[in-house]
């Protein structure tokens, strides 16, 4: 809950799950989702509980055997969390999309695992259309495979690595330069001078920087040391003229750099001020693309994006910096309360209620505006397509000797072979010679479709031979935990999820992550 708020949480409470066959692979998604608190769960699964399943699947016994798989997995995995309802589904995928295609509209994200292409297309054509997310989880042997499918996913809390803070010092709103302007670091004994926040000291420099270069700010990497140095020499000295221990002048030294990068609005978030869905809405618009076309307003206002509102940790007596955090929030606020009134414009335009939209998810945006995310990925009918699969994908890490790769055309390979023999290669010890030839036929086949040259070493077949589709449960608690992290991204709609293929090699513990 720490990692996604009471929000986050809340959207994960009212979320409705889907798991397609209680496989040790599902199982473990499954578990590490009803842990943390989802809503609900249904688990569609026709088939009985075997030996394999006990060999595999911590949540099944010998008891188990003969039973509905879907029934035991839900009774026991339900004792997990007390708060989490759970259903059972008796009945085999493929039968429920013949006879009612409708069910799944219902749920927040649908997770199929261990499907045969054929139904895998169905499935994923029904999910497209719905635009209901769909992932694919998949342990074959030693390897791991995830796809997401999702037409669009929207993230606004994206919890970026290392972001900067938000601090406009190369263009400074009226209230913090007039509180900068107040304070006259020459005139300070040595215990203020030392208390001062580096945010004024920057901003005092940079001033005295503009004044002797016409107005700019250092940009080559000579002149930022240049500028750093002065920083430096303003750092008090003691009676025998050896500088003080001032860690607020080594703050400022140190966030130099970051203060003289240009405040803009990234590329990333420019590409969806100009998205189509940003452009042209309408009643049925979601809050997100609502959010946008406002900001984009904004920004042609103002040329900036709105204030963050936050300021790091630093060395300051506390009245100081209590001030500067009240500037830095109020004038968030400010622009909040800007974008607000945009937002109710443009709801009273599309004949919505102007309050329908509230303050708090307002301000959120606002706070998180410069590292917003938009994915939409392949559906699996252009994945399978030899016409539109990113075949150039595939090539790039073929050609880099990629094991990963080599995988990903493997796992399709069987696939291929399902199709025509009706079982997996290797599953039975009498056939395997056989199963190896027909497999690099398969192989051939594919390669052969994309126009790709045939790099795939007769060792890789073997492999995927002798681990003949068994589903080894310390891949599958691998993958349970990977998936289900993906699944609360989409779910919560926090962080950001693959685009749009992982797979996993549990022989190195190596992976990729491909776009096709």
Excluded at 31 to 58: M, R, W, Y
Excluded at 235 to 260: C, H, T, V, Y
Excluded at 296 to 308: A, I, L, Q, S
Excluded at 385 to 408: M, V
Aim: charged fraction near 25%; glycine fraction near 6%; proline fraction near 4%.
């Amino acid at each position: 809950m720490t990692l996604w708020g009471d929000h986050g949480q809340d959207k994960l409470q009212r979320s409705k799950v889907c798991l397609i066959n209680a496989s040790a692979t599902g199982t473990e998604i499954l578990k590490n989702l009803i842990l943390p608190g989802i809503g609900s769960f249904t688990v569609i699964d026709g088939h009985q509980v075997t030996a394999e399943d006990v060999g595999n699947n911590f949540f099944l016994d010998k008891s188990s055997i003969g039973r509905s798989r879907a029934r035991c997995v839900m009774e026991l995995l339900q004792d997990l969390n007390s708060d989490v309802r759970g259903d059972a589904i008796e009945e085999h995928v493929e039968n429920l999309l013949q006879s009612d295609a409708g069910f799944f509209m219902t749920f927040s994200i649908v997770i199929a695992t261990n499907l045969p292409e054929r139904v895998l297309l169905r499935l994923g054509d029904t999910l497209w259309k719905q635009e209901i997310p769909l992932l694919i989880c998949r342990s074959y042997g030693m390897l791991g495979y995830i796809r997401i499918v999702i037409k669009e996913h929207t993230a606004i809390e994206t919890h970026p690595d290392n972001a900067h803070h938000d601090l406009r010092l190369d263009n400074p709103f009226p209230e913090l330069r007039t509180f900068v302007d107040s304070i006259e670091l020459l005139s300070m004994d040595k215990k203020e001078h030392s208390q001062t926040p580096f945010i004024v000291i920057l901003l005092k420099y940079m001033d005295r920087w503009r004044n002797l270069h016409d107005g700019a700010l250092p940009k080559t990497y000579k002149e930022k040391d240049q500028f750093k140095q002065m920083i430096a020499d303003g750092i008090m000295q003691d009676s025998e003229g050896r500088p003080e221990d001032e860690d607020n002048f080594q703050e400022a030294i140190k966030n130099a750099l970051k203060a003289l990068v240009p405040t803009k609005v990234p590329s990333a978030i420019q590409a969806l001020l100009t998205d189509e869905k940003c452009l042209h809405l309408s009643p049925n618009s979601s809050n997100f693309w609502i959010l946008v076309r406002a900001l984009k307003e904004f920004v042609d206002k103002t040329g900036f994006p709105p204030v963050r509102g936050s300021i790091p940790d630093m060395t300051a007596d506390s009245t100081r910096y209590i001030m500067l955090q009240k500037i830095y929030q109020n004038k968030a606020n400010e622009d909040a309360s800007i974008i607000s009134e945009f937002v109710k414009s443009i709801l009273e335009s599309l004949g919505k209620g102007v309050n329908s939209i509230s303050m708090q998810e307002i301000s959120n945006f606002c706070k998180n505006s410069i590292f917003l995310k938009v994915i939409r990925t392949h559906s699996l009918a252009e994945e399978y397509s030899p016409s539109t699969i990113n075949i150039s994908e595939i090539r790039g890490y073929l050609e880099s000797c990629s094991n990963e790769a080599n995988f990903y055309v493997l796992l399709r390979a069987v696939d291929k072979f399902f199709e025509q023999y009706n079982r997996y290669p290797g599953m039975f010890d009498d056939q395997v010679e056989t199963d190896i030839w027909s497999l690099r036929n398969c192989v051939n086949g594919l390669l052969h479709d994309w126009s790709l040259p045939n790099t795939i070493s007769d060792d890789y077949i073997h492999e995927m031979c002798r681990y003949g589709a068994s589903e080894l449960h310390t891949i599958a608690a691998f993958l349970g935990g990977a998936a289900a992290q993906e699944a609360v991204k989409v779910i919560t709609h926090q962080f950001v999820p693959f685009n749009n293929t992982f797979i996993f090699n549990g022989v190195s513990a190596s992976s990729i992550t491909l776009n096709l």
